[in-house]
């Protein structure tokens, strides 16, 4: 990305933060944290945990709809973000697991403030192979 094109799209982020009520300083350490972020793809926690190896076998090379979902009464962390993928020819949305703390301590605020973030590219990784499990990455957009 130019650097003046990073420098609008930061301040056109902060600008929208402000307008939703953050003060300057906090809008400008959110915004370059997600103008940083959005080109980088977010490995997917908690994949291993209640079936959703399983989940991800049957997700492995379909196209599929992400959504976050904040669950702000986890008793866990109250930022967290959990990732839901729905793909053709499955029953609904399945949870796979959830974004990374650092992740979700950014996101998380942003969902409940109504921003639209565009979840896209779950990518399945690793191998069912003896002794590996699969895992997930997505990208996020602003």
Known sequence: MKKNTMRT??????????GKG???????????????AERLSVR???VTFNRRQETLAA????????KLVHESENAHDRNAVSV??????TR???RIGYLPKLVAAL??????????LKPKNMIVTGSRAEGYSLGARIGLTV
């Open 9 to 18: 799209r930061l301040m056109t982020i902060a600008n929208k933060l402000v």
């Open 22 to 36: 953050y003060n300057r300083s906090k809008a400008m350490l959110k915004a370059w944290a997600l103008v940083k």
């Open 44 to 46: 997917v926690a908690g």
């Open 59 to 66: 997700l492995d090379g379909k196209p599929a709809v992400v």
């Open 84 to 89: 839901w993928v729905f793909a053709e020819g």
């Open 92 to 94: 609904g949305y399945y």
């Open 107 to 116: 996101i998380a605020p942003l969902l409940d403030k109504g921003e639209d």
